[in-house]
DNA sequence: CTTTGCACCTGTTGGC
DNA sequence: TGCCAACAGGTGCAAA
């Protein structure tokens, strides 16, 4: 699910819900994610108050005096607010009961995400250090990426899956604004033009911003629901696709593996 | 430095 | 229906 979108629209579905509530109780069901949840965070975050929430990269931050606590939601997370008490299932790990009576539930199948305490600047953390910019911030421009791309004889999708070039272009957006773009993905990154480059930022941002006002591929209500997906039926325009009519000129879509991952693509329109 | 493939997990899907 | 393999939207890391 966790795309950069999906973890926007939790960002903003839990923000107001949070900021400003102190943490009554914090529990640990099952410390072991993609790291283990520090032991010590019940100790460290009772009775303190949350200031504030952010996303950098897939990362949702959120902030204390003290530190920063950072949750990553890996391949099948989830987060929603549910009243306090309400009873965990099998895949809720991590709760952050509130104040307020109400709670922040982790859920999280595959435990491929994270729950992680930082004291001192975020930024400084060695998963946040080396990050790229955000795709819809005015660094990610056409200029940064042509400059990013020269010498690079890596295939454009992996480089803009690089979160060092830019961070938060998952698979699916990936394929979605190449196609856009009208670049294969195959394409050396070193190739592409200026021209190209700045139609590839316009797409990777319309791609996305199109995701979040859309409220992500998943909508979820995240008071009172029990975190379970309503599922909202996004339309790709290649992404899962293979041998289906491209949706501007009728050739089948094509799909290939580029670093262990999917990639799918209209041969025609895509150059 | 870049590039490649593995690893961490569980759930779902599709072929036989 | 059952069984099993392949695959899934992330991404850090070791090895080459």
Known sequence: MPELPEVEITLRGLAAHLTGQAIAKVVIRHARLRWPIPKN??????????????RRAKYLLVEFDHGTLILHLGMSGSLCLLPAGTPAEKHDHFDLVLGNGMLMRLRDPRRFGAVLWHSGDVNAHPLLAALGPEPLQPEFDAAYLYRTTRNKTAAIKLVI???????????????EALFRAGIRPQLAAGKLSRERCARLVE?????LTEAIRHGGSTLRNFVGSDGKPGYFQQHYRVYGRAGEPCRACGTPIKQLRQGQRSSFYCPKCQR
């Open 161 to 175: 899956m690089d979160n060092r070039v830019v961070v938060g272009v998952g698979n699916i957006y990936a394929n």
């Open 203 to 207: 797409a990777i941002r319309a791609t």
């Open 41 to 54: 965070l019940p100790k460290l975050l009772h009775g303190k108050t949350i200031r504030a929430l952010r």
